[in-house]
């Protein structure tokens, strides 16, 4: 079994930074892919930022140049950081953990962005 515990949300101006951090913990001999998806209200999920094992990322278009996803394989940490953050931005943030082919998604952590 694998666990995930999400930090680093919380309210912030318009063109502020935040950073999110994922710690995995439990049954876990290696890692492949690690990302941060996020859900506003009333819409579906997204992709925010996704990195490989062997570090490639990828990022949707609408954070691009702004938002850095990192990882430390030895901390089983992913960590999201989120800089000149918009309004539009608001939503829960949702980090994914991809253990043995298998998906393990974290709590959520609440990222409010203010105009």
């Known amino acids: 079994q694998v666990q995930l515990v999400e930090s680093g949300g919380g309210l912030v101006q318009a063109g502020g930074s935040l950073r999110l951090s994922c710690a995995a913990s439990g049954s876990i001999f290696s890692i492949n892919a690690m990302g941060w998806y996020r859900q506003a209200p009333g819409k579906q999920r997204e992709l925010v930022a996704t990195?490989?094992?062997?570090?490639?990322?990828n990022y949707a278009d609408s954070v691009k140049g702004r938002f850095t996803i990192s990882r430390d394989n030895a901390k089983k940490t992913v960590y999201l950081q989120m800089n000149s953050l918009k309004p539009e931005d608001t939503a829960v943030y949702y980090c994914l953990v991809v253990v043995g082919g298998r998906n393990y998604w974290g709590q959520g952590t609440q990222v409010t962005v203010s105009s």
């Open positions: 990195i490989t094992s062997g570090g490639f990322s």
